[in-house]
């Protein structure tokens, strides 16, 4: 019969001798410790500005997605029914998500009925001024003007307008936001490592001599490596979670700054909170996690050999 | 029990420490290890604690081949030692109670068999009144006990000792040998590195002598022949 008290005691008696000497290791050196959770709330709060930054200008991208449709006009010589064939070659090319078929004749009443229905200035015009045409919706409007070309090349299609400024604007934008993160996020993760495996290191320099009766006795790596894992592991997650709040009223910051600007009812649009308060948690925490343990196993790791 | 089958031992400065060693500790044995200073007596007790690895040669201890040992076998392979030092090794801030129970608790004990085996080993080597006390307000031979009584918790097979009365009085010297002595008695192979010649000579047990690296004379007549 299996003693599952012996055991439980035996595990829980361990786990509590690791976060007993974690817990003390950070305070006995208290000063090093803030500065390492300083280190990664600053890391984790550049990096998430920057992110969110990116999502917003992702979300506006989308909204105005709708706006941003592009226009094929269809060579008038060809007939009604040639015309209207064409919607099957446009949807096939790459990229183009719908293409809504538009004849003259509705074009024509909707730009009339855009002026004062009573207006003389359309007598004697027919809609044959008009030609008939497609909007098409693209998937990705960073490749607007690619698709542009694409769709000009189908026989038939006479010319393709296209709004490229305000999407190649705000491509370029995100583009240039998205590298900013990635490279700031990458050496921030590295920086933050450097710091918290130094702060590590500072334990187990004290404890060196703790550490090596550890291995004489027979402790396992394992077992030498926790305490020191749980260090850096409470660190990276107080670091993180108040990174997580500092960045909550942060942004709550910032989107009350683009609300009360005059540009907001054009172009801009924020996302609410709410919208990704989760999944930047869960980000937040990983990160503050794996710079704990990484850390700290890089702290101890001379220390384990032989 | 410790072999030593024709070990060298080279370190990376170039030092040739041994030369072909070769002896052997059978189970339940008292030994001393002897000879002048660089003959190369720590590095046959690191050879044994798995310290260092041998260049050439085999060294098996309590079964393990220590020129093959796996990295994760090698915790399992103290657990069967006992290792004392010249300089005691204690950690400052906690008492004796707690150093002792520390190797146990580091090698997953409970919290249980903790408490029924610290006193134990405390008695054994003569401390259980000074329990509570931290190394510092020890003398020297009280705290080479406390290490002693570290090495004895785990219930290892063998006791490996290196110079542990190098910083003690005679008097002091005599009680940790003596000390050795009954451990080995209660069943536990004891080996013990010393340069105390007339100590070795009043106890008659085996004496292994080695000079440059080599082993120069063994005999169980507990006569140390080496003339420093
Ligand atoms: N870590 C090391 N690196 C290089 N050489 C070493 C090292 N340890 C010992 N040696 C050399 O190896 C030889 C044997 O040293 P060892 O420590 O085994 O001697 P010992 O018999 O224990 O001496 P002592 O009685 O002074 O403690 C010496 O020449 C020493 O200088
Ligand atoms: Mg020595």
């Not at chain 1, 997650?237 to 960045?247: E, K, R």
């Not at chain 1, 980000?283 to 702290?299: D, M, Q, R």
């Not at chain 2, 009954?182 to 292994?208: A, C, P, Q």
């Amino acid at each position: 019969m299996t003693d599952w008290t012996g055991i439980i005691t035996m595990k829980s008696n361990r786990f509590g001798y690791y976060i007993k000497e974690g817990i003390n290791s950070i305070f006995t050196h208290g000063f090093m410790s803030f500065a390492s959770v300083c280190i990664i709330i600053a890391c984790l709060i550049i990096m998430g500005s920057f992110s969110l930054l990116s999502l917003n200008v992702d979300h506006v991208i989308k909204v105005h997605e709708d706006e941003n449709v592009m226009l094929a006009f269809v060579d008038e010589t060809l007939t009604d029914t040639q015309a209207m064939a064409l919607q099957d070659e446009i949807e096939a090319v790459p990229n183009v998500a719908s293409a809504q078929f538009v004849s003259r004749d509705s074009a024509w009443n909707s730009f009339k009925d855009s002026y004062d229905s009573n207006s003389s200035m359309f007598d004697g015009l027919t809609s044959n001024v008009l030609r008939h045409r497609y909007i098409v919706y693209l998937d990705d409007i960073s490749l607007m003007s690619q698709t542009q070309l694409d769709v000009e090349q189908i026989p038939g299609i006479a010319r393709v307008n296209a709004h490229l400024e305000i999407s190649d604007g705000f491509v370029k934008l995100r583009n240039i936001i998205n590298t900013v993160s990635i490279s700031l996020a990458a050496i921030l993760f590295i920086i933050s490592l450097f710091i918290m495996s130094n702060t590590v290191k500072l334990t187990t320099f004290e404890r060196r001599d703790e550490i090596a009766i550890m291995k004489m006795v027979g402790a396992t790596s394992s077992f030498i490596r926790w305490p020191f894992v749980v260090e850096g592991l409470i660190l990276g997650l107080v670091g993180s979670l108040t990174a997580y709040i500092l960045q909550w009223g942060i942004y709550q910051a910032f989107v009350q700054k683009v609300i009360g600007s005059v540009i907001q009812p054009f172009i801009i649009e924020t996302l609410p909170f709410a919208a990704f308060a989760i999944p930047l948690l869960i980000v937040f925490i990983v990160i503050g996690f794996a710079v704990g343990v990484v850390g700290s196993v890089i702290a101890i790791k001379n220390y384990l050999r032989v | 029990m410790v072999q030593f089958i024709d070990v060298f031992k080279t370190y990376e400065n170039g030092a040739k420490a041994l030369k072909g060693v070769t002896f052997e500790i059978n189970d339940g044995e008292f030994a001393f290890l002897v000879g002048p200073s660089g003959s190369g007596k720590s590095t046959i007790i690191k050879l044994i604690t798995g310290e260092i690895a041998p260049m050439d040669g085999t060294v098996i201890v309590n079964g393990y081949d220590m020129g093959n040992i796996k990295f994760g076998k090698m915790p399992y392979m103290r657990r069967t030692l006992g290792v004392v030092f010249q300089d005691f090794r204690l950690i400052e801030d906690k008492t004796v109670y707690e150093n002792v129970a520390f190797a146990m608790r580091v090698v997953g004990a409970s919290t249980k068999e903790i408490k029924r085996r610290v006193p134990y080993v405390l008695e054994l080597v003569g401390l259980d009144s000074r329990s509570r006390r931290r190394p510092q307000e020890l003398s020297g031979g009280e705290q080479q006990r406390v290490a002693i009584a570290r090495a004895l918790v785990n219930n290892p097979s063998l006791i490996i000792a290196d110079e542990p009365t190098g910083n003690l009085d005679p008097a002091r010297s005599l009680e940790i040998m003596m000390l050795l002595e009954k451990i080995n008695e209660l069943g536990t192979t004891v080996l013990v590195v010393t340069h105390e010649k007339e100590l070795v000579n009043s106890l008659s047990k085996r004496v292994i002598a080695i000079d440059g690296g080599r082993v120069i004379s063994d005999g169980l007549d507990g006569y140390y022949n080496y003339e420093e």
